[in-house]
């Protein structure tokens, strides 16, 4: 099942599946190449958006 999350930096969208979300904490965006961190929560909240419990 893949996930969309969007860069806060520039807004492109990252899409990878759901297990690469919760293995990752930090990786960086292919766009613009910022560091993002992504948290227990920011988890949470991404997998609860596509209707998934983390
Ligand atoms: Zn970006």
Same mark, same amino acid.
């Given at each position: 099942? *893949? $996930? +969309?999350?969007e860069c806060?930096? %520039?807004r492109r969208p990252i899409? +990878?599946?759901g297990s690469w979300f919760k &293995?990752? *904490?930090t990786f960086h965006c292919? &766009? %613009?190449k910022a560091k993002l961190r992504l948290g227990y929560s920011a988890? $949470? &909240?991404l997998f609860e958006r596509h209707g998934k419990a983390a």
């Amino acid at each position: 099942m *893949s $996930l +969309r999350y969007e860069c806060p930096n %520039c807004r492109r969208p990252i899409i +990878r599946n759901g297990s690469w979300f919760k &293995a990752v *904490s930090t990786f960086h965006c292919d &766009a %613009c190449k910022a560091k993002l961190r992504l948290g227990y929560s920011a988890k $949470l &909240a991404l997998f609860e958006r596509h209707g998934k419990a983390a």
